[in-house]
């Protein structure tokens, strides 16, 4: 099992940043893949980033450079940069962990309410 902690929401204003960390304990799987997802109120939960033990990142289209993720296997960390913010950011951000091969696992936090004002 793995329990995820997420921290650093809040209100911005737009064109400000935020940095969203996410702490794994417990027991983290094998060639796993930390990310963060969002869920825009009355929305599904979206895409926003993810990236590989090896380093691998992957981006949604909506980011557009603006978001940098990046993670410390070491401490099983990962942090979402987020800069140029806009209020259609507005939304609970969400720290997964994953692992696409069997055995499949996958992990969520609790989320954390990130507001953007115009």
């Known amino acids: 099992q793995v329990h995820l902690v997420e921290s650093g929401g809040g209100l911005v204003q737009a064109g400000g940043s935020l940095t969203l960390s996410c702490a794994a304990s417990?027991?983290?799987?094998?060639?796993?893949?930390m990310g963060w997802y969002r869920q825009p109120l009355g929305k599904q939960r979206e895409l926003v980033a993810t990236v590989t033990s090896g380093g691998i990142t992957n981006y949604a289209d909506f980011v557009q450079g603006r978001f940098t993720i990046s993670r410390n296997n070491a401490k099983n960390t990962a942090v979402l940069q987020m800069d140029n913010l806009k209020p259609e950011d507005t939304a609970v951000y969400y720290c997964?962990?994953?692992?696409?091969?069997?055995?499949?696992?996958?992990?969520w936090g609790q989320g954390t309410q990130v507001t953007v004002s115009s």
């Open positions: 417990g027991r983290m799987p094998g060639a796993s893949v």
């Open positions: 997964n962990v994953h692992r696409n091969i069997t055995p499949r696992e996958n992990y």
